[in-house]
């Protein structure tokens, strides 16, 4: 089945670590995003890649940084600059910016 | 910027009646709209895409339309069942920043039997 996996699925960080989420897809999509969601919030975008080895800031990449070394793979690491760092995190891909996105499962990452 | 508003927040309905969605966007330069639905603690799944140049989009019980001049869309659900129970998001993809998925905050809608 085509789709975008996301692992782990839960994530606990600690005081200080850098976390990693891991995205896959088998869509052959150019295109891929992180978004953040807070409850009662929208999905905010935090870095996008248009190509391979090729990725931009969204709105709140403070505290993130993410790598695109292969086309089906786009992982996401959240720093110890990341303040506030609890939150859903969702994976989405498309071919371009006129065509359909689609979301994997999302990652809860909690801080503890 | 881009604004992507959708009201009411919360919608509570009988089931078997009509479901209607809103959504309003503040810049009409949009590539396109697309509708998603996403249920507590999962992903979003998408449900209709609407590109800039069309009017609506239709698949089974769920019609949206688009008006890009007013900066509207609606998203329609005929005959609501409990399973429709979920938060309703929209999204436009602007064309001033490419790859820039502009989201609102939802619709949650619960539909009682």
């Known amino acids: 089945d085509g789709g975008i996996t996301q692992s782990p699925k839960y994530l606990f960080r600690k005081e200080g670590q850098n976390v990693t989420l891991s995205c896959e897809q088998n869509l052959n999509h150019d295109a891929m995003y992180w978004y953040r969601q807070d409850p009662g919030q929208g999905l905010r975008l935090i870095y996008y890649s248009q190509i391979v080895n090729d990725f931009q800031k969204g709105d709140i990449a403070e505290g993130y940084s993410v790598s695109r070394e292969k086309k089906e793979s786009f992982p996401l690491t959240v720093t110890s600059a990341q303040k506030n760092p609890t939150a859903f995190y969702l994976c989405?891909?498309?071919?371009?910016?006129?065509?359909?996105?689609?979301f994997g499962q999302g990652t809860r990452l909690t801080v503890v | 910027k881009q604004e992507v508003t959708q009201i009411p927040a919360a919608l509570s309905v009988p089931e078997g009646e009509n479901l209607v969605l809103n959504c309003s966007f503040t810049?009409?330069?949009?590539?396109?709209l697309q509708w998603f639905r996403q249920d507590p603690g999962k992903g979003l799944t998408s449900l209709l895409l609407?590109?800039?140049?069309?009017r609506e989009q239709t698949s089974g019980r769920l019609n949206a339309s688009l008006d890009k001049s007013s900066g509207r869309s609606t998203l329609y659900i005929a005959a609501s069942q409990p399973g429709d129970s979920a938060t309703y998001l929209c999204a436009v993809f602007t064309t001033d920043s490419w790859g820039k998925l502009q989201f609102g905050a939802g619709t949650q809608v619960v539909v009682t039997p």
């Open positions: 609407i590109q800039s140049s069309q």
């Open positions: 810049d009409s330069a949009i590539y396109n």
């Open positions: 989405a891909s498309s071919y371009g910016s006129n065509t359909e996105a689609f």
